[in-house]
């Protein structure tokens, strides 16, 4: 990141070929263990619709938490973006119960509230000899929080889809 707040690459190059790397690997993964690239071929093909607009949900909150990923970095240094995105463990539980209903126990809830306040300490404003060490605007922190709850979104559905039968 320049001086200015702008990047030497394209953000979208860099999430399309994160993403087309992980379709090529997918598929190679797929074809060894099939042993065959036709037979997986095959296979992709013949995935009922329904499998495929269930597994869009996911893909498309995946989208944009991978957007998301990149964009909070104009708002916030890379380490406090690494510590602060951890805080999905407190909207994942969170979500895991609205969807479920599963409570979670003392126990679990204790632990991921002991995270979250790690997350927030962690990510707390540093200075040293008047330069800031790690930063986060206001906007950043409104991005984090979207971030988190997206990623949150997308594994309990993930979760909802394999835990269905679908």
Known sequence: ???DGSYAYSMPSVITSAEALKLFLSYRFLSGEVQSASKAAQMVAGTPWS???LCSVPSFFYAIGNNLDMLNNQYMDPATEQVLVQLKTLTTGVVWWLVFRESLGVRKWSA???LCLGGIAGGWQKS???RKTMYIEAFGILLVSVHCTVSAC???YNEWIYKSGN
């Open 128 to 130: 040293e000899a008047g």
């Open 112 to 114: 991921i509230l002991l």
């Open 51 to 53: 499998s495929w607009l």
């Open 1 to 3: 990141k320049a001086e």
């Open 154 to 156: 997308a594994g309990v």
